[in-house]
């Protein structure tokens, strides 16, 4: 029961209009629960490839983000390094 309802609500979150041409970020049991239309010769091609376009730009911010935090956490670790060493060499001092 609970797939169904998120299967309906995954479709109307798909035909909900976006705010400000933004997206709504994909959620992982989207991704998993995803279904495609049949056509006579197999699943539609435009589709298949729009979904993985979407999937795809989405791992591409994502990856980003990503780098962009570990940059972030070197600098901060680095940072706290140069720090505690200031605050050791003060007490050495003293």
């Known amino acids: 029961m609970r797939n169904v309802i998120r299967r309906l609500a995954g479709r109307r979150e798909e035909q909900r209009p976006l705010e400000e041409g933004r997206r709504l970020p994909l959620r992982p049991w989207q991704i998993r629960e995803r279904h495609f239309n049949v ?49 050791a060499a003060n007490r050495h001092y003293r």
């Open 39 to 87: 056509r006579r010769r197999g699943l539609d091609p435009v589709e298949i490839r729009t979904f993985l376009h979407r999937v795809a730009d989405e791992l591409a911010v994502a990856q980003t983000a990503l780098v962009a935090v570990q940059e972030e956490n070197v600098r901060i670790k680095n940072a706290l390094r140069a720090w505690q060493s200031a605050q």
